[in-house]
């Protein structure tokens, strides 16, 4: 089926601004839920993060973790061509630790985020 005829798709559209971004030692992202809303673009609903990095260890921290309030939190080691897909959810946090200064190369990830006017 053509992308254009998924419910998302016809519900959402897909800004021109996802972007790639390198974790470096010592960079990462606090705790944040990705709830977004601009009058003008509409709100997130659905955001993602693309790891781009091959054979990256765990020992090298930049993992991505989601935070569910009330229930436990769960890492996932950035993994090459691993894709995560997530309703931003103000019950729900995510963050990328910090990268240590043992990591040889950044991490590189991509991220971005659909944008409906409507209500999910």
Not at 52 to 60: D, N
Not at 78 to 100: A, C, D, G
């Given at each position: 089926?053509?992308?254009?005829?998924?419910?998302?798709?016809?519900?959402?559209?897909?800004?021109?601004?996802?972007?790639?971004?390198?974790?470096?030692?010592?960079?990462?992202?606090?705790?944040?839920?990705?709830?977004?809303?601009?009058?003008?673009?509409?709100?997130?609903?659905?955001?993602?993060?693309?790891?781009?990095?091959?054979?990256?260890?765990?020992?090298?921290?930049?993992?991505?973790?989601?935070?569910?309030?009330?229930?436990?939190a769960e890492q996932h080691q950035p993994e090459f061509n691993t894709l995560y897909?997530?309703?931003?959810?103000?019950?729900?946090?995510?963050?990328v630790s910090p990268v240590t200064a043992?990591?040889?190369?950044?991490?590189?990830?991509?991220?971005?985020?659909?944008?409906?006017?409507?209500?999910?």
């Amino acid at each position: 089926e053509e992308w254009s005829k998924l419910p998302l798709m016809r519900l959402a559209h897909w800004p021109p601004w996802p972007m790639a971004t390198w974790y470096r030692p010592g960079d990462y992202i606090s705790p944040h839920d990705d709830m977004v809303t601009n009058n003008s673009t509409g709100t997130r609903a659905i955001s993602f993060i693309l790891s781009m990095t091959r054979g990256w260890l765990p020992e090298w921290g930049g993992g991505f973790w989601w935070l569910p309030r009330g229930q436990a939190a769960e890492q996932h080691q950035p993994e090459f061509n691993t894709l995560y897909l997530f309703e931003p959810s103000p019950v729900s946090l995510h963050l990328v630790s910090p990268v240590t200064a043992s990591a040889p190369d950044p991490l590189l990830h991509g991220e971005g985020a659909a944008i409906t006017r409507r209500r999910l």
